[in-house]
């Protein structure tokens, strides 16, 4: 009975750490190489061919060697590749990125080097274990369907363990040395009986497990001015502070900044949403979609204390650190909803007068904040004469910002782009309201600097207005059947790292 119980444990524990690798792989590769279909095509690709290569290879040995104690050496080498990754995965993937650039083979370049390996490895099993279990020919078909199905039971357990267990509350060094020391444990397993005849590499999966518990369980040496990290099922986010200022981090890219003496934001774009006021001045409801420290509902509700805020983001951590590191504070007129941006505006049925799109994740955008079907749900989400706006981060020489403000223009009948100051953002208001010439804006600007004081002020935020000489002849509307924003956001990194390099 303890062999066959030993012998299961190899078979589901393998299955269940490799596809846990594959989950927590996109942690190690996201902020370094964005949060986008190229990272889960590359990571989906290298796990792929990584079984297929396993399945093949521990055909053929099991044939050679068929043993549980060969089966636990291959075990062995494949924790030890698991503390490799644990060690230095980080470090590599930083270097490889930094020598990709922007190219879309990265990621499929660094996945390869970093998982392919010990997923070859691990992939050995599934065969394995077929030929060591193979006693009677004629119930061969049997035993292969058993134990394949336990080795997919496996990967499904470490699939939901990973999601909703390990990623959400784990550092994602944590995980890793539970991955690399579940593996080494499982070698030992497999070795059994043939403990003392396998010494050297029992001692070596002995070791193994010591250093994943101790390298796991460390306390890593934190960057200057780090005050908190966390890997989240959607990005790792990171709060700084340098002089007076506390930063928050998606995937090693600013998401938002707050000066802690005053509480008012440290980035400039959000000094510039007040531009609205210039449309919509008796403005009273508003839906922020994509919440950062929610900085835009508190400078705008400083000065506009009447003014109702509903603040929304997939990522529950996002004001879990806002709030403990960045000065938010809910109120009945601040409100905090966790949840998906376009599934919040489609299931609501209440109107706002401004609503703010910037879901950013990293340099990535979710593709379907960003097309036709979705400014569609928005405009029945505004009240008549309501305004859109958006942050585009990489300013409208980019192939992505050209493609969101052309998909704008498109389905709205006014647009304003203001830039912002020292800064490639630029931000695109839109509605359906008649244009008003800019001689009328200035006048309205003057009015309303008398009653708030923004900084900078309302007059040369009117004044700020960017030309727009687009040629929209190869720019894409952007649909949820057609919306290559990976493709269009790599096109413009590539762009600025060659603008640089010049």
């Not at 020919?137 to 990973?162: D, K, P, V, W």
């Amino acid at each position: 009975m303890l062999p066959r119980l030993r012998f299961y444990w190899v078979v589901v524990t393998c299955g269940a750490v490799i596809m846990a690798l594959e989950i927590v792989s996109s942690r190690i590769l996201a902020p370094y190489f964005g949060n986008s279909v190229y990272i889960w095509g590359s990571i989906i690709s290298v796990f792929l061919a990584a079984l297929s290569l396993g399945y093949l290879w521990g055909g053929r040995l099991a044939d050679r060697h068929p043993t549980m104690a060969a089966l636990g050496r291959m075990i062995t080498f494949a924790a030890f590749g698991q503390a490799l990754l644990l060690m230095a995965g980080v470090p590599v993937t930083q270097w490889l990125a930094a020598r990709t650039g922007g190219a879309s083979a990265g990621p499929l370049l660094a996945a390869t080097v970093l998982f392919g390996p010990t997923s070859v490895l691990l992939a050995t099993v599934s065969p394995w274990a077929v030929r060591l279990a193979a006693r009677d020919l004629g119930h061969l078909g049997n035993t292969a369907g058993r134990l394949y199905a336990l080795s997919t039971l496996g990967s499904l357990a470490g699939t939901l363990a990973c999601t909703f267990l390990l990623i959400p509350f784990l550092e994602l060094r944590e995980i890793l040395g539970l991955l690399t020391a579940l593996t080494a444990v499982t070698a030992l397993v497999a070795f059994g009986e043939r403990l003392r005849a396998e010494a050297p590499t029992a001692a070596l999966a002995a070791l193994l497990v010591v250093f994943a518990v101790a390298r796991g369980a460390s306390v890593a040496r934190p960057a200057p001015g780090l005050l908190h990290e966390r890997t989240t099922p959607y990005q790792t986010l990171r709060v700084y502070e340098r002089d007076g200022v506390r930063r928050l981090e998606s995937d090693r890219m600013q998401q938002s900044a707050v000066e802690m003496a005053t509480g008012e934001p440290a980035v400039q774009y959000i000094r510039h949403v007040p531009f609205v006021l210039l449309l919509r001045p008796d403005m009273d409801r508003m839906l922020a979609l994509g919440m950062g420290a929610g900085s835009a509902a508190g400078y705008l509700q400083k000065r506009l204390p009447g003014l109702e805020m509903d603040n929304v983001d997939i990522d529950p951590a996002v004001p879990e650190l806002a709030r403990r590191f960045l000065l938010f504070r809910d109120s009945p007129r601040n409100r905090v909803h966790v949840a998906d941006g376009r599934s919040f505006v489609h299931a609501s049925d209440e109107r706002w007068d401004f609503i703010f799109s910037d879901t950013y994740i990293g340099g990535s955008v979710p593709f379907h904040m960003t097309t036709v079907q979705f400014l569609e749900e928005v405009k029945r989400r505004l009240e008549p004469g309501g305004v859109f706006g958006v942050n585009l981060a990489a300013g409208l020489a980019d192939p992505f910002s050209q493609a969101i403000y052309h998909t704008v223009e498109q389905r709205f009948r006014t647009t304003y782009v203001i830039q912002v100051k020292a800064r490639a953002n630029v931000l695109v208001l839109a509605t359906d309201a008649d244009p008003l010439p800019s001689d009328r804006l200035l006048a309205r600007a003057r009015e309303l600097d008398r009653r708030w004081r923004f900084e900078p002020t309302l007059e040369s935020l009117a004044g700020s207005r960017a030309p727009v000489d687009l040629d929209a002849s190869g720019v894409p509307v952007l649909t949820d059947e057609f919306a290559p924003v990976d493709r269009l956001i790599r096109l413009g990194q590539a762009a600025r790292d060659w603008d640089r390099q010049q």
